[in-house]
């Protein structure tokens, strides 16, 4: 990433971006999308998103290396709409430091359904699948004990957020395998939280990925995705 200078004590503010941008294509070929208002509108979709507080979208820097890893992040059957990462890691990028990437988020959709309409039935299928391919959920077990007691790099359902016709979020949890399985290595985490919601026809996946060192992880992880998806339903005003 080419280094771009900046002077010193000078803040960049992803969101001043958003602004500059308002009105222009969101990619290349404007069905793809257009930022207004601060807003994503998606018009072959019908629909807007955003990022939460104190994240904001990547693709407008056209970095293929986060596109890759957004990309890696979703299912191969999904089309990824945005890619965000903490200001301060935007931050970071822009400037060419390298980014921490404790956090992030991204919001896709089913490719099969991008051309047509998701019925309720659909929905459900759709929302069937999350969850059985989660298994069941830790319920009041120790979350770190209960991933201690499964393979490191699967990821496990720790509890369910939400399940309403037109929502289901699942809170996930993995232990990463050891960098160097010949050492005494102190275990490490994730927390992601996966969402499925319905708007105005439209099948939306919001994922979001955290570190997970204290308890204060989960509360930031569920509160962040319960804000995130009631953000989303006024955007598209329900």
Known sequence: VAKTPVGEGMALDPRSYLTALDGMPYTDDPTQGYVRGGSYVHPQLGIRFDAPRGFADTTFTGSPRLQDAAEALTSPSNRVLLFALSDGDLRRFTVGDVPE????????????????????????????????????PAGDANY?????????????????????????????????????????????????????????????????????????????????????????KRLNGR
């Open 101 to 136: 990437l404790r956090r992030m988020m991204i919001v896709s959709t089913p490719k099969v359904y991008e051309r047509e309409g998701v019925t309720a039935n659909s929905f459900a299928r759709l929302s069937a699948g999350l969850l059985a391919e989660a298994g069941a």
């Open 144 to 232: 770190l004990a209960f991933l201690d007691n499964h393979p490191p790099g699967q990821s496990r359902a720790l509890a369910q957020i939400a399940k309403q016709p037109d929502v289901t979020s699942i809170l996930l949890g993995t232990r990463l395998p050891p960098k160097n399985p010949s050492r005494d290595e102190k275990p490490q985490y994730l927390l992601s939280t996966s969402s499925l919601l319905l708007v105005r026809g439209r099948a939306l996946h919001l994922a979001v990925h955290s570190g997970y060192d204290s308890p204060a992880d989960v509360e930031w992880i569920r509160g962040v995705t319960a804000r995130w998806i009631e953000e989303l």
